[in-house]
């Protein structure tokens, strides 16, 4: 470890992924890339909550398929999700006999469960994970903000909670060429806004920390990544982040910057506000259309950022501000 | 890894540990051994989220003081607690410069973060790691069952959370003769139990599954240990999970067995029905008691085995049944 940064001696392959991704999802931009589409976001259940944890048992199951496994051969699963005490995981690794971790950084859940992962496959504790998260606009805006019924207007600055389910594969048996090479640990940065509606403000900082933390560590400038993703930013998380890069003399307008909130919804006509968000963002985006770039060569050095705004509906109404987190993978063709 | 157990070729020094205890702790029969007793659990703060937060705050500087570190000297802090979106450990880690991860396995959160805390140690990815957890009897009571003001009665099944905060340093450079050698990682487990009053039951199914796998693993009988301690499973509990263990040819009645839940409070004159549970209660008493004997040589080899109930209010209200998951670490001194 260099600072906050692992080094992966051995990188590690992402040997297979999936996505299942929600009815709205399905009609944006990245539509052509998701290996599932779900048009019905009940899926048939009772509730909401239990339509998430069904998508996430089919990604798991899926994956599996997939990549001609059995649940025998995963030697552990790293999962989380957005729901009160992370239930969506909870009750989806009922299904499986998988040993278990639960994780929790809000949307960066997905980065912290390739971090964990890559670091079990590559010091060869491990020889296959599954990491993987979910999440679901009709239970993310239940629960952090007002009842679906209420109608409440959503205000400019808002984002979309992604509805969807993805899995990565890390494996030292099945080798790719797509490997994670090295990870930069997010800590808790909190700038002071308090208006749970603008997540991306709140979460521009914690990127901004580990992007640049990230590149210090490895000596890196910008320009050695073919893409900087960025996990939940939105449209205004992202000309929050531009702005405090260029305050750091880091100019992300000439690098090939992104966010995966603005790739997955096409904001105008889909009514997405500032774009979309959610512990399912980042893993729908690059489990699909970033691991098909990859794999066709398209991109070769990727910096993916998953980035997570840390609160709940408790410590919004006590009137805390929002802390945020943002963790880096650096996945490169090899 | 052997099925579902990390061996650590290379074990890990636990250097120091701190606890923090509520003051109904600090009247049960472990007073004596916790590092600090609050004598208010509001700890002067607006609410008991605040106060829960405070604690880990306390708790990670008085870790650090007690070994002579600096938040700089630490490479990542594992950490979780039983609050929606662990908000307790966000808020906590505000304070803190340090690398984060954030994990949710309910009461078997301290377990899960030593075992990753251990793994990045032994395999040299990190150098010193923090694993603490925090949990508050008025923060999970009204979030998990009701209103405090209710004064509802508790049922005869009910164990109390724990309040308290408490941390390890697992350190290659601080050594130490109580070191981490194996960990079995749990998986999910239901039996059906659908009383979110009767934790105990709920939990056993999954300790018995995660000791057994454990034993298994290392080729090990129940007497290799000369204590076998599982984190929150109170009174009934423990009945539950010797009467299965028994079953499945397994007697803990001849081996030195014991439960966290059970040890923390007097629970006839404490009123604490089946006794503690909650992400401090397997925390507090290793750190604290435990840790102590193994120092003072009365306890040679321990697997610990925090149980984790993986339910929300929502799922309650919802009439799911109990997922519970156990991890077990092997603590030996050598």
């Not at 890339?33 to 779900?38: A, L, Q, V």
């Not at 992007?211 to 930013?233: A, F, P, S, V």
């Not at 904001?267 to 506000?273: L, R, V």
């Not at 060569?297 to 840390?310: D, N, Q, S, Y």
Request: proline share 3%; with cysteine; aromatic share 8%.
């Amino acid at each position: 470890m260099k600072n906050h940064t692992i080094i992966f001696d051995n990188p590690v392959s992402i040997s297979a992924t999936t996505t299942i991704a929600g009815p709205k999802e399905g009609e944006g931009p990245l539509h052509k890339y998701f290996h599932n589409i779900i048009k019905d976001d009940l899926l048939g259940q009772k509730s909401y909550e239990l339509a998430e944890i069904k998508m996430h048992i089919y990604a798991i199951r899926n994956l599996l398929n997939n990549a001609h496994l059995t649940q025998e051969d995963i030697d552990c699963i790293f999962s989380g999700d957005l729901l009160d005490e992370i239930i969506g995981s909870n009750y989806t690794m009922r299904e499986y006999d998988i040993p278990f971790f639960g994780l929790y950084n809000a949307c960066a859940t997905f980065g912290e469960a390739l971090i964990m992962g890559a670091t079990m496959i590559s010091n060869g504790v491990m020889e296959r994970v599954i990491c993987s998260t979910t999440s679901h606009f009709s239970t993310a805006e239940r629960q952090y903000r007002n009842p679906l019924e209420l109608g409440s207007q959503r205000p400019p600055v808002a984002q979309w909670t992604v509805t969807g389910a993805g899995c990565s594969l890390l494996s030292s048996k099945e080798n790719s060429k797509i490997k994670i090479t090295s990870a930069t640990i997010g800590r808790v940065v909190d700038y002071g806004v308090t208006d749970a509606n603008n997540m991306g403000s709140a979460m521009a900082p914690a990127a901004m920390d580990t992007i640049i933390t990230h590149l210090k560590d490895t000596n890196r400038d910008l320009d050695y990544y073919d893409l900087i993703l960025t996990g939940d930013l939105g449209q205004a998380g992202v000309r929050m982040l531009t702005k405090l890069m260029k305050e750091k003399n880091y100019d992300l307008n000439i690098t090939n910057y992104d966010d995966c909130g603005v790739l997955i919804f096409n904001t105008e006509f889909q009514k997405t506000e500032q774009g979309g968000s959610g512990a399912a963002c980042s893993n729908l985006v690059f489990n699909s259309y970033i691991y098909k770039q990859l794999k066709l060569g398209k991109l070769k050095k990727v910096l993916l950022v998953p980035t997570g705004a840390l609160v709940s509906k408790i410590s919004s109404l006590q009137g805390e501000s929002i802390p945020a987190i943002a963790h880096a993978i650096a996945i490169e063709v090899m």
